[in-house]
């Protein structure tokens, strides 16, 4: 089945300790984004990745890191997690940032809270 | 960055009655996307618009784009209660960076 899978969907941690959420498209698809959806505040861009090796600042990228070391994967990388990054995650994928334009696949999601 | 407005911001119907929400943009946009996101699951892609003016339909659902290309609207007719979620609409220009407008929270009363 065509998907994209994030691990985990809910996790409690504390303020400072290094973590990473994972996501991974078993579609073969060169694009990768990440969102953070917050209550009033609808979806907001992370970070994205064109293709492997290949990453760019969204609109809110600040206390993030992300990887493209292989087309499938594309980790999100919080180094010192603080409160005010308590949110719903997204990891969504296309076949190409263009035909993103018609659309992308989401994963289900990862409930982030920091203590 | 951008910001596009989502109203109403919750709504409650009652079974079989037609739905309109719309999204606004401070800036033209040439790709419009309308999302549906049930509790606990991502959002999924329900129409997307291409050109100024354009009418599409999916099913009950009808979306337009906007002939300033800075709003877009989304009607859905004779609701049911499988019709509950949030409704996002999303604007890009280059297929690289989206923004997505705050949600339309809907709720379908039987």
């Known amino acids: 089945e065509a998907q994209v899978t994030q691990n985990p969907r809910y996790l409690i941690t504390v303020t400072g300790k290094k973590l990473t959420v994972t996501c991974s498209q078993n579609m073969n698809h060169e694009y990768m984004s990440w969102y953070r959806q917050d209550p009033g505040l609808g979806l907001r861009q992370i970070y994205y990745s064109m293709n492997v090796e290949v990453t760019d600042k969204g609109d809110v990228p600040e206390g993030y890191k992300v990887s493209r070391k292989e087309k499938r994967n594309f980790p999100l990388i919080l180094e010192s997690p603080s409160p005010n990054q308590t949110s719903l995650y997204f990891c969504a994928s296309s076949l190409s940032g263009v035909l993103a334009m018609r659309g992308y696949t989401f994963g289900s999601g990862t409930r982030l809270t920091v203590v | 960055g951008q910001q596009l407005n989502q109203s109403p911001q919750s709504m409650f119907i009652q079974e079989g009655e037609d739905v309109s929400m719309n999204c606004t943009s401070s800036?033209?946009?040439?790709?419009w996307l309308w999302y549906k996101q049930d509790p606990g699951e991502g959002p999924v892609l329900l129409i997307a618009?291409?050109?100024?003016?354009e009418l599409t339909s999916n099913g009950r659902l009808t979306a337009q784009f906007g002939i300033t290309r800075k709003d877009s609207f989304l009607n859905i007719s004779a609701s049911i209660p499988s019709d509950v979620g949030i409704y996002f609409c999303a604007g890009t220009n280059t297929g690289n960076q989206f923004y997505f407008g705050t949600g339309t929270s809907l709720t379908v009363i039987p």
């Open positions: 800036s033209i946009f040439n790709t």
């Open positions: 618009l291409y050109k100024a003016g």
